[in-house]
T-cell receptor, first 113, second 112 residues
Framework: GAGVSQSPSNKVTEKGKDVELRCDPI?????LYWYRQRLGQGLEFLIY????????KSGLPSDRFSAERTGESVSTLTIQRTQQEDSAVYLC???????????FGDGTRLSIL | DQQVKQNSPSLSVQEGRISILNCDYT??????FLWYKKYPAEGPTFLIS?????DKNEDGRFTVFLNKSAKHLSLHIVPSQPGDSAVYFC???????????FGTGTRLQVTL
């Protein structure tokens, strides 16, 4: 498709399990971002990729969170030993460059039981 | 530390009238501002942006105004249409950063 694609769209898991979220950016977009949105709040920045390097990881909330990107394509966000406070919608965005508007996917709704 | 604030959680406007959504920021280093629109269960969609070197930017029914001295921006939608009913997020960035800092959103309801 032409837009940012995220999978799964919904994920329910038990506390303590690991989860992996996937993002396929718009083809040709070199910049990729992960955000999360907790209920009733704005989007919270997690990490930014330029190509396959991550010059800004300042938003990752703990060492349980990690992300990688292969080339200028797919990115995965991994949360280890999930906690209930990790419940949120995780949104991925991409852009031609860091100075261009970011285009968002529909997100993965993560629920930790 | 909320650097971008949208103090009105909701707004109701009649179809055909003007909708004005407001946003305040505290970080004077922000130099680029964006508005996004979000429908339920979808990702935010980019609407319009403005650089700090301008005080107004128009795109069709949407106009964004920036008042740097007041650290305030607003989005005007004229005329409002029922399809404009959504949550609107204000976002800002500094020239050296890539990340966007978002407000908490304003839910706009356009009534018939």
């Amino acid at each position: 498709g032409a837009g940012v694609s995220q999978s799964p769209s919904n994920k329910v898991t038990e506390k303590g399990k690991d989860v992996e979220l996937r993002c396929d950016p718009i083809s040709g977009h070199t910049a990729l971002y992960w955000y999360r949105q907790r209920l009733g709040q704005g989007l919270e920045f997690l990490i930014y990729f330029q190509g396959n390097s991550a010059p800004d990881k300042s938003g990752l909330p703990s060492d349980r969170f990690s992300a990688e990107r292969t080339g200028e394509s797919v990115s995965t966000l991994t949360i280890q030993r999930t906690q209930q406070e990790d419940s949120a919608v995780y949104l991925c965005a991409s852009s031609w460059s860091s100075n261009q508007p970011q285009h968002f996917g529909d997100g993965t709704r993560l629920s930790i039981l | 530390d909320q650097q971008v604030k949208q103090n009105s959680p909701s707004l109701s406007v009649q179809e055909g009238r003007i909708s004005i959504l407001n946003c305040d920021y505290t970080n004077s280093m922000f130099d680029y501002f964006l508005w996004y629109k979000k429908y339920p269960a979808e990702g935010p969609t980019f609407l319009i942006s403005i650089s700090s070197i301008k005080d107004k930017n128009e795109d069709g029914r949407f106009t964004v105004f920036l008042n740097k001295s007041a650290k305030h921006l607003s989005l005007h939608i004229v005329p409002s249409q029922p399809g404009d009913s959504a949550v609107y997020f204000c976002a800002a960035k500094t020239g050296t950063a890539s990340k966007l800092t978002f407000g908490t959103g304003t839910r706009l309801q356009v009534t018939l």
